[in-house]
Structures are given as structure tokens and as C-alpha cells.
């Protein structure tokens, strides 16, 4: 096997390294990348040309793969034209906007997103571009194609104020939204939905499938999973029912993915021997699968798994149906070239991190781990094969779900041998209730099997949940030891093909590395060290001095301590509940704390500090930002880390 028979896998990081490189201040505008991909390229074709007059002075690849760096580079800064806000929004006094979903319910309101149309600025229409996550409070749900009039400036949404909080802006922000109103019941529906409902056709008939599904699904538990499942319909889920998924180590499977692509093309595909087709009528079936798989991939919103998962399936079928074996590795590299060509910020979301993954360890550590054993029984085969598929899935993707979510459970593999068969049964029932199930009785029939089998699968994942133990949680990885990990299961990946002196070489650089950047991160943290955290209306301190930390909370609640707080707490590896910081309060108001360098002004929001400081930051767009010494700090809108 050689690096070059995968010619997409060659590709693939040229293009990303553009991307990167794209994304940096630095970086030329399009129309310059355009100018020199043309160039680039233009150099390159002319080189093919004369090549037998020029061959063995000049390498092709010497002017190809700057051509990816180049082409990824102008992918990402078109998305940047593409998706940059719209200067016009914030300065709107009224706005026409289109409905572009179904209402999502939320606690106190509803949710929605509007396609903007017209702005109003200055007493004058002008058209305009853009999206705005609207919520209001009407009786009358918003369907898709309503147009609407707002006589409200939307707000831009803002920046996460705490280190390390997720930054809602920036998810958003790669989805082309920056801004998102409260409407409470103050706007006018001016053309209903009715008029453009063809332009949301899968949105009508998605919103139609899960409407047939919850009346026809007796119990209303089963009824949120059998939406997330079959739809990828999941932000309604129970939260207990979520957690109880989450620590059985099969919330995958809640998230419509590859899985469920696999198991639709395997129905369709086993369905082909019994009907002994000619090869020409087997090639227009197996088109028509291709076909079905597309539009149930449209159909549960186009995520990055299911993405993939399509376009692989697509060119084993075009493989098969030419007679031919394509190679796993370059179809992996295509589908993420073309979801990256769309779209070239879906390499930060999470889906499509842990997806390619997840394949790649299937595909490149699951023999392995399968080789170990040799069952002498059919039954024991079957086990040992889940066994090491969950195995190799979870040991390539533990890493980053640790950086991420720092959460890992424990019993995924008894969750994954109980619940996987069984979410098997249930997308065989499933979908033929999704097409069938507005005939009478079949579909009935259909929704009580399918509401008793996932009625038994929600009563094995809250089983799991109730061990103790299965939640290990707070955990996390930094950059350096997910390198080692990824690194060490590439090595053992290749110990059968390469030189071992080579490899175990490797590997021990590896851990040296590892080992080396765990030492230096040792070395810098500080003696003394003050965090201020800013909450809805009053701050919270931590205070780390010598390996102990200590914490004051002038009146953050749980919920806001668990968003704002927690995620810098546990990436320092600071206890969740640390020692209270001790204090008194003098009659001028001002806190005294024992053990530290500093006092806190509560009426002016002021920290004081007994002794002149070492440095003093402020949290900003993802990174602390310095700012000048001075023997006070005034915290009544940022996040503060001042060292001693």
C-alpha cells in the first residue's frame, strides 16, 4: 500500500492548509487568490502540454499542490464574502424577513430563523441580505415562506464573556447569522407561507413526517426518540432521556448519522439478490437507492455524517455497478473535499470531526483489535465483531470527545452491544412507517412495534444510567496528548507494513513530546493567580495560590456557573467546588479576603490591589489580551486574569 495510489488523501491537506492559511489577517482577498489559482493553474496545464519536451526538469506537483493551497485559501475567504454581516441589519429601524423553518419551542417562547429581504434605514427600502434568529410569544405558529414586517433594530449577538465559555457568536457566525431579536407578539405576518410553500418542500414534508409520527407513536417518550433517530429531530429530547443516552455511550445514535444512512442502504441492498435482476435493471435499482439515500439525506438536514456517510455509499454503488473497488481511504478524501468545497467551516464542526474519525478508526483499527480473538461460534463472532468496532470507534474519537465535552462513559461498550441491535430492529421498522404510515391500521400497527421497541431501548440506556460509575466526567485532553494518541494508534495501524526500528523510534519521539510540552505547561503556571468571571449581574473569583484555589460568588447562580465558569475551571484542572475564599466586610462596604493581595469594592464593582501586580488581562475574542498595570481594575463588564 502506497501513499500515492490515494490521490484525494494527497489532496486533502494541501486544501486544508489553505483554509488555515486563509483565515489568517495576512491573507489576500478573493478576487487576488482567484487571479493566482489562474495563473497557478494556467502554468500547470501549459507544463502538461510540453511535458514530454521538458520531462525531468521541472516536477508537476512542484506547481499542483500549491494550486490546492491556493484553491483552499480562496474557498475560505469567498465563505468570508459569503457570510460576513450584512452592516445594513444593524442599522435597520424595520426589516421585511422571510420564515425559513418550523417554530422550535422553547422555555418561555418560540424560536425561529428570518431571511432578510428589505431593510428600512433612514425613512428608505433598500434590499438586503442576511439572517436573524428571531423568538416570539404568538399563539399562531410561523410556518416556512411566511414573509414578515418587524418595526424593530435587531441586536448583534454578543461575544462569550468568560475564558473558554462556548462561543455561541462564532457557532452562529459560520452559519451566516449575527444577529437575533426578541419579538415577544410585536410584528406583522403581511404574505403567508402558502404562496412559496414549494420552495420548502422537504421542510413541509419533514415537519409532516414528524407530525405522523408523534400521533401515531402511543407513548410521548418514544415519540422524541423515534424524531431524533428517524429525522435527527433532537432538541426536544428529555433532558434525563439525553443523559441517560449520553452515559450509556450511545448518543450517536441519536444524532441521525452514517449509522443510519448504513442501515437504509443495507435494506435496499439485500433486497437486490432476492429479486434476481437483470444487470441493466439492477444498475436503474441501484441508481434508485443512491436517489433514496440523497433525499433522506436532505430530508434530516444535511449534517456532516450524513453527508458523508451519502457520498460514500454513492461511489461504492457507481463502483459496484462499474464492476470496481474503490479504495476506502480516497472516498473518504473526496467526500470531505466536496463538503469542504461547500463549505469550508465544516472542518470546525464537531460532527464532522468525530465522523471521519470514527471511519478511520473503523476502518484502520477495528481488523486489528478483531484479530486478537478467532470466536468458535457464529453468535460469539457476531459479539466480537460489535466489540471491536465500538472499540476502535471510541479509541480514536475518545480524544477529541475529552477536549470537547470532557465527559467520558464508562459502560459504552455494554451500552453499544445492548442498544445497537436493537436501533437496528428499530430503522427497519422505522422507515417503513415514515412511507407507510399514513395508510390505516399498517401505520397503527407500525407505530405500536416501533414505540414498544424503543420504549425497551430507552429502559436498557436508563438500566446503564443507574450503574454506578458511568459517568466520568471533567475530564480533558490538550492538543499534545490527543497527538499521542492519534500517533500511537497510527504505528500500531502500520507495525505489519513498516520498519518497527522506525516505528518505535517514532513513537518514542512521540511520548517525548508529549512528555516535554507537559513539563513546559508545568513551568508557566503561575504562583498566584486571580480570575474574575462576569455573570448576569454580579462577578465570581477565583483565586489560585500555591496548588490550592479558592473562590468567592457574589451571587452567580448553578446554571450560570456551569456555562461561564466551569469550562475555564476544568481546562486549568481546578476542583468544581473549591475552598471558600474567606472575607470580611468594613463598614465602608469594601471586602477585605485573608491570604490574599487584593480587596473588592462590591458598590463599584472595584478590585484594589495591596501590592502592585505582575500583569493584568482581559478575555477577548478568545484569547486573554494584556492591558496596562495599575494598582486597580474596575470589573463591570469583562473577564479579568491578573497574575501576582
Known sequence: MRFADFPF?????????????GQSNWSPDAQFLLLLLVIVWGGYLILILTRSQNKGRFQLSYLAYPALVVFGGLLVQHAKDQLAADLDLGRAESYLGEVTMYDLQKPNSFENLLDVKSVLIEGKWNDAEGKILVYHQSEKPLKPGDILLVKKKPEEIAEPLNPHEFDYKEYLARKGIFYRQFLGKDYQVILSGTATGSRYFLIHLRHAIG?????????????QIALALLLGQKKELDPTIREAYIQAGVMHILAVSGLHVGIIYALFILMLKPLKLKIEKARIYLLCVVLVIWVYAFLTGLSPSVVRAATMFSLLTFGQMRERRLSIYNILAFS???????????????????????????VMIQPLILNLWLPGYKVLEYIWQLISVSLAAQLVTFP??????????????????LILPLAFLIMQVGVPLMIFGWVPVLG???????????????????????????KLDRLTMDFSGMILVWGILLIAAGWELGSKRKLTWQALSLALFWAGFQLYSEAIIPNKELIVYQGKKSQLLDFYAFGDVYSWNQGLDAGEISYSVEPNRIRKHWPQIPKSLMASREDSGTIQFVGTEFTFQPKDKKIQFLSTPRSIHFWSEGRWVAKPISDSLVVDSLAYRILF
Open 444 to 470: 397503527e400497527a407500525l407505530g405500536w412495534i416501533l414505540s414498544w421497541l424503543i420504549w425497551t431501548q430507552n429502559w436498557l440506556a436508563e438500566s446503564i444510567r443507574l450503574i454506578p460509575g458511568g
Open 336 to 362: 470531505a473535499i466536496l463538503m469542504i468545497t461547500f463549505n469550508p467551516y465544516v472542518i470546525y464542526e464537531v460532527g464532522f470531526q468525530l465522523s471521519y474519525l470514527a471511519v478511520l478508526g473503523i
Open 400 to 417: 477529541l470527545s475529552l477536549y470537547y465535552f470532557h465527559v467520558f462513559p464508562a459502560y459504552f461498550l455494554l451500552g453499544n452491544l
Open 9 to 21: 488523501l494527497r489532496y486533502l491537506p494541501f486544501i486544508l492548509l489553505g483554509i488555515f492559511c
Open 211 to 223: 407530525q405522523m409520527l408523534t400521533s401515531k407513536i402511543p407513548d410521548e417518550n418514544s415519540a
